[in-house]
Nanobody
Framework: EVPLVESGGGLVQPGGSLKLSCAAAGFQFSLYGMKWVRQAPGKGREWVSSISFGGGITTYADFVKGRFTISRDDVKNTLYLQMDSLKTEDSAVYYC???????WGQGTQVTVSS
């Protein structure tokens, strides 16, 4: 069983929005802090945002602050990333990951292009 499955990626124009979802299964999602990381072609993996277990604390990389919003629904065992005002440099594969790096998704492609 795949522990984390992302969805919601796609092609969007600059300035547009996308909402990523990450469905968790096979572990007690509500007890884990979670994060989103991304990797663009030819670049290293970079942290985007984190949310604490319970959702009370959220943090963002400076390059997405004010544009992206991380959230979670522990009833649905789902992590979200609302991405607004997208830029071409946001194009990457986005992964949801448990904060301790134990559980990873397969990634979803986000392409921002006109």
């Amino acid at each position: 069983e795949v522990p984390l499955v992302e969805s919601g990626g796609g092609l969007v124009q600059p300035g547009g929005s996308l909402k990523l979802s990450c469905a968790a299964a096979g572990f007690q999602f509500s007890l884990y802090g979670m994060k989103w990381v991304r990797q663009a072609p030819g670049k290293g993996r970079e942290w985007v945002s984190s949310i604490s277990f319970g959702g009370g604390i959220t943090t963002y990389a400076d390059f997405v602050k004010g544009r992206f919003t991380i959230s979670r629904d522990d009833v649905k065992n789902t992590l979200y990333l609302q991405m607004d005002s997208l830029k071409t440099e946001d194009s990457a594969v986005y992964y949801c990951v448990s904060s301790n790096d134990k559980y990873w998704g397969q990634g979803t492609q986000v392409t921002v292009s006109s």
